[in-house]
């Protein structure tokens, strides 16, 4: 079973709805990150959390909202879908350990390629 | 403001061709430096950590070095199987890690 699951895979919607796209890790991780993924461009932050209770944007948070329901939940809501959102969404996770002098890697999901007409 | 830059946008290769993909960064305060790959439709897959000038990683065909801004994937003898976008990304002081845009490399048999 993977370790980073993401749902819907694949999500066609109009512009104006809202749609909530969630990711569940089984790692055991504490930081959890939504990026979204556009031709031609890197992965851009969209919102990121290093522990239940702290949530942070990243650099393209206008029109999205965020839920770390769990330490395993980290769900990614669009209020009002535009069709500039469309894009390959992506969630990953990454663990700290305490006193650790480097920076541990992101374990990336699946992805979700979400369609607003 | 930072930025990570990777060169060249896409690389077409024999089976057996040895190439090299930069990443080059003006990110300040650097505190580590990935290299993922990405199959199509599929997630980042880590490759490679590096946290300081003249530090080496390898990984089969792959080997990644890293100055004080820049770092290499040399690719050595590549196989069609390593047909892939390979992504950088540079970790920030503010605990951010920011993304390349990618080289999409092609290998034929």
């Known amino acids: 079973d993977a370790d980073v699951t993401q749902t819907p895979r694949n999500r066609i919607t109009k512009t104006g709805k809202r749609i909530m796209l969630e990711c569940s890790q089984t790692?055991?991780?504490?930081?959890m990150y939504w990026y979204r993924q556009d031709p031609g461009l890197g992965l851009q932050l969209i919102y990121y959390?290093?522990?239940?209770?702290?949530?942070n944007k990243g650099e393209i948070s206008d029109g999205y909202s965020v839920s770390r329901q769990a330490q395993a939940k980290f769900s990614l809501s669009l209020e009002s879908a535009i069709p500039n959102q469309t894009a390959l969404y992506f969630c990953a996770t990454s663990w700290t350990e305490p006193g650790q002098r480097g920076i541990n890697e992101q374990f990336f999901g699946p992805g979700t390629r979400l369609t607003v007409l | 403001e930072d930025q990570v830059t990777q060169s060249p946008e896409a690389l077409r290769l024999q089976e057996g061709e040895s190439s090299s993909l930069n990443c080059s960064y003006t990110?300040?305060?650097?505190?580590?430096l990935f290299w993922y790959r990405q199959d199509p439709g599929k997630g980042p897959e880590f490759l490679f950590t590096l946290y300081s000038a003249g530090e080496e990683k390898e990984k089969e065909r792959l080997k990644a070095t890293l100055t004080k801004k820049e770092s290499f994937l040399h690719i050595t003898a590549p196989k069609p199987e390593d047909s892939a976008t390979y992504l950088c990304a540079v970790l920030d002081s503010w605990g951010k890690l920011q993304f390349g845009a990618g080289t999409q490399v092609v290998v034929t048999p």
């Open positions: 790692k055991g991780h504490d930081r």
């Open positions: 990110v300040s305060g650097l505190r580590g």
């Open positions: 959390s290093f522990d239940v209770k702290d949530i």
